[in-house]
T-cell receptor, first 113, second 111 residues
Framework: GAVVSQHPSRVICKSGTSVKIECRSL??????MFWYRQFPKQSLMLMAT?????????EQGVEKDKFLINHASLTLSTLTVTSAHPEDSSFYIC?????????FGPGTRLTVL | GNSVTQMEGPVTLSEEAFLTINCTYT??????LFWYVQYPGEGLQLLLK?????DKGSNKGFEATYRKETTSFHLEKGSVQVSDSAVYFC??????????FGAGTTVTVRA
């Protein structure tokens, strides 16, 4: 149980385009999901907390207009990287909270050309 | 502010060697502490956790004890296997359920 999926696993896009990443809790409902960013050989940095039915809470330094988060249902949260640029290239990981634990998705590798 | 500091890698070991990865934290209150593991090409998995002082988390031969007096949560395994090659992250969870991660330690076990 407690499986979290992400789609797509990899995406390559041109600079200036927008990319949507989906995070789904497959076998449980999650009122809270988290989005992280991981740079090569570095740790995970929390970007935002996504709450079902309400606005996301962004960490300091994360542009909310750049990284749009929508948590429209109890099993789905989406992260849209708007007007992507090469510096947005990274590994994006989501997690879904069930009780007191977070269960992580496998991550999405975004490459912006 | 709150933070987690873990031993920098990479760490390379031979099979059956003893592994220790140090982790210390700075936090207000009494956070829950975790070790996560990221195998090559996979997402993070919870390895073990401890929610209060003196608790010992254990799983797959790994152990870590929540030491309040030294604010530490060092990960240990007595005899590593090649399959233990992965990146290990120490983390703490604050009261708002947010996780803060250490930098990660890459462990390579050679046969």
């Amino acid at each position: 149980g407690a499986v979290v999926s992400q789609h797509p696993s990899r995406v390559i896009c041109k600079s200036g385009t927008s990319v949507k990443i989906e995070c789904r809790s497959l076998d449980f409902q999650a009122t809270t999901m988290f989005w992280y960013r991981q740079f090569p050989k570095q740790s995970l940095m929390l970007m935002a907390t996504s709450n079902e039915g309400s606005k996301a809470t962004y960490e300091q330094g994360v542009e909310k207009d750049k990284f749009l988060i929508n948590h429209a249902s109890l099993t789905l949260s989406t992260l849209t990287v708007t007007s992507a640029h090469p510096e947005d290239s990274s590994f994006y990981i989501c997690s879904a909270r069930q009780f007191n634990e977070q269960f992580f998705g496998p991550g999405t590798r975004l490459t912006v050309l | 502010g709150n933070s987690v500091t873990q031993m920098e890698g990479p760490v390379t070991l031979s099979e059956e060697a003893f592994l220790t990865i140090n982790c210390t934290y700075t936090a207000t209150g009494y956070p829950s502490l975790f070790w996560y593991v990221q195998y090559p090409g996979e997402g993070l998995q919870l390895l073990l956790k401890a929610t209060k002082a003196d608790d010992k988390g254990s799983n797959k031969g790994f152990e870590a004890t929540y030491r309040k007096e030294t604010t530490s949560f060092h990960l240990e395994k007595g005899s590593v296997q090649v399959s233990d090659s992965a990146v290990y992250f120490c983390a703490y969870r604050s009261n708002d359920y947010k996780l803060s991660f250490g930098a990660g330690t890459t462990v390579t076990v050679r046969a």
